[in-house]
């Protein structure tokens, strides 16, 4: 039996309550576990590494830096273009376009983030002060990116780790890509989300975390008035802090996912302030080396979602709240996945965090 295993077999269909097309079946039962992702390779714990582009003294193996903090001397973030970027402003090829098959422009721009001078040190493992600084670049490039040209609709920061989540150097690594055009998926949180507040009026992320930090709910049942399930609400909180919050979301459609919102209400990423990146940063060290203990080498991505400059609303500003979400890679999409587009999650999300909120971390 599987160490993750619960003894209550769970086996249903958890609908998400922001995006309800992203519904997960949890399904705990062995039978339906999906295949393992790539076996465990050891992690590149090597602080240098002659041949890595991305390692420090080797600046001049990269494409033209962008920026680095700090400005002079040894630095200790980089921002570099891709070597290979998905998007650029190339038009040496024309589009094609026919028929019912129509493209836009690939657009955009595609940079890296060099997280860290040293190769095999991992966001656990980083000082809270460092990643402090790393959230301030995301926030500072986002910015000059959105400012840049206003044909960017949506600035995407994320970050590969590990074989399993895609990344193809070990050196550790974050990316930003903006596009021409909203992601499917933000725009999805975006409407959905406005049609909460337009019938409730308040923002469905800050009602989800006020639940979460409801200790425990009382479901009465209607005609007795006698007790019928309680439910501690808070179990779904990994971690707590002063501004920032990390979530096992009820409807997690990967086995480990965790999300980490602003406790108080903030669409946008831009608006995060100086204040903020200690407790961020407190936060996100905190939970990856809560994941690292559960899940050793643990392959992970990341991606932050932020409401979308000239989103076209007016509300979103009150209906959207930008967040983290966090994805550790421990099974690959079969079929079944991607046939019905329902995800499969073989741990109940109940008692994946009480594992992260019972590992011992420093
Ligand atoms: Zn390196
Ligand atoms: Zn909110
Ligand atoms: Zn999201």
């Not at 494409?63 to 402003?89: A, C, F, H, M």
């Not at 930008?322 to 994805?327: A, D, G, K, L, N």
Request: hydrophobic residues 35%.
């Amino acid at each position: 039996m599987d160490k993750t295993e619960t003894p209550n077999a769970v086996r249903e269909i958890r609908i998400n309550p922001i995006v309800p097309s992203e519904s997960v079946l949890v399904a705990t039962a062995r039978s339906l576990r999906p295949k393992k992702a790539e076996a465990l390779v050891p992690r590149d714990t090597r602080k240098h590494v002659e041949t890595c582009p991305f390692c420090a003294g080797n600046e001049a193996m990269t494409p033209p830096q962008i920026k680095s903090y700090p400005s002079d001397g040894t630095w200790s973030v980089r921002i570099v273009e891709n070597l290979y970027p998905v998007l650029g402003d190339d038009r040496s090829n024309p589009n094609l376009t026919f028929g019912l098959q129509q493209t836009i422009d690939g657009y955009g721009r595609h940079e890296v983030i060099i997280d860290h001078s040293e190769h095999g040190t991992a966001l656990h493992e980083m000082s809270e002060q460092h990643l402090a600084l790393l959230f301030r670049a995301y926030r500072e490039r986002m910015e000059q990116l959105y400012r840049s040209n206003n044909r960017l609709r949506y600035v995407l920061v994320f970050k590969n780790f590990g074989p399993a989540a895609g990344a193809s150097i070990a050196h550790t690594h974050s990316q930003i890509i903006a596009t021409p055009v909203i992601p499917d998926n933000v725009q999805a949180e975006v409407a959905e989300s406005r049609r909460f507040y337009q019938k409730n009026h308040r923002c469905i992320f800050c009602s989800l975390i006020d639940e979460a930090l409801t200790f425990e709910a009382t479901i009465y049942d209607r005609e007795s008035g006698e007790i019928r399930r309680r439910i501690n609400v808070g179990q779904y909180v990994i971690e707590r802090g002063q501004r920032f919050i990390a979530i096992k979301p009820f409807a997690s459609r990967y086995e480990w996912e965790v999300h980490i919102l602003p406790l108080k209400h903030q669409s946008d990423y831009l608006r995060v302030s100086a204040d903020d990146y200690a407790d961020l940063a407190r936060i996100m060290r905190r939970t990856m080396a809560r994941l690292e203990s559960v899940l050793g080498g643990v392959q992970y991505n990341f991606f932050l979602h932020s409401l979308p400059h000239d989103a076209g609303c007016e509300e979103c500003d009150a209906s959207y709240h930008w967040h983290i979400e966090i994805t550790p890679r421990t099974s690959i999409p079969t079929g079944f996945e991607l046939g019905s587009g329902l995800f499969v999650n073989t741990v109940a999300p109940e008692a994946a965090a009480e594992k992260l909120r019972n590992a011992a971390i420093d």
